[in-house]
């Protein structure tokens, strides 16, 4: 019996009908790239979290703040905390990310094998590079230790302490970074680069929290540990991330505000 061999009509139509059913799979193969990687990032969160929680055990349940001064002022609260200088959040952490020998400092660059770990969002095109360069930050006020004025608490009547906080399932403590994100807009959705300067903390108005990585959400770890995405709608209701935001429009809310505070 004679071999049938394939004419060339044949075998075209054949690569047509595969390269037409790759292409149908590309788009699913790529969301579940994206949501593996949003799911990775809010585990990094999460076990960020974990550090946090162990350092408030260590320390008589202190609710850390973004930065330690080495001298308070009347905008600020170290929550008696004090390192002789002025060091970020991540340096009262640095048992926990390979910087336990470091000394006390203002930026410290991060060993190569914590640049990859739980403190870079796999969705983020950087890497975190140091203790002031990171790509998740802590909201700057109220829950951060800065003291915003003027919106309808003293700086006495913040928290210190995990314990103070009313409904911490609803309060954001830290999120995903960018300094390229302003209080209205992330231009890295639109391809411009990301950057990380100063991205240790968030303004709670929306400036250096990311919106551009994980489909227009944000992923938060919030001050019961949890952590999960906040979509861009529910930050511009919380008074965040549109045009006239600012410190007082973000002021008066469990997310992003100093409500629940105490």
């Known amino acids: 019996m004679s071999k049938k061999n394939f004419t060339f009509s044949e075998m075209l139509a054949v690569t047509v009908v595969f390269l037409f059913g790759f292409a149908l799979l590309i788009p699913v193969l790529s969301g579940a790239s994206a949501a593996a990687k949003a799911a990775s990032c809010t585990d990094n969160l999460r076990q960020l979290g974990q550090s946090v929680a162990k350092h408030a055990a260590e320390k008589d349940d202190v609710l850390l703040p973004a930065r330690i001064l080495a001298k308070e002022n009347a905008y600020h609260s170290n929550r008696g905390l004090n390192f002789g200088t002025n060091v970020t959040w991540l340096y009262a952490l640095r048992n926990d990310f390979g910087l336990a020998d470091a000394a006390p400092a203002w930026e410290i660059e991060l060993p190569s094998e914590v640049k990859r770990g739980i403190l870079s969002c796999p969705e983020s095109f950087m890497r975190s590079q140091s203790t002031l360069k990171l790509t998740y930050g802590m909201l700057a006020y109220w829950i951060g230790g800065e003291f915003g004025g003027g919106y309808g608490i003293k700086l006495p009547e913040m928290a210190t302490k995990f314990s103070q906080l009313r409904s911490p399932e609803k309060k954001g403590y830290f999120c ?37 990585r994980h489909n227009g959400a944000t992923n938060f770890l919030f001050a019961d540990g949890h952590s999960a995405p906040v979509t861009l709608e ?29």
Not at 188 to 193: N, R
Not at 252 to 262: A, F, S, T
Request: proline letters at 2%.
């Open 234 to 262: 529910e930050l511009q209701k919380n008074g965040a991330c549109k045009k006239g935001a600012g410190i007082g429009t973000a002021s008066r809310n469990h997310l992003l505000g100093w409500h629940g505070m105490k």
């Open 176 to 212: 995903d970074a960018s300094s390229s994100a302003s209080d209205t807009a992330d231009p890295v959705a639109e391809g411009v680069s990301d950057e990380l300067n100063e991205t240790f903390w968030v303004i709670n108005s929306g400036r250096r929290i990311s919106r551009a």
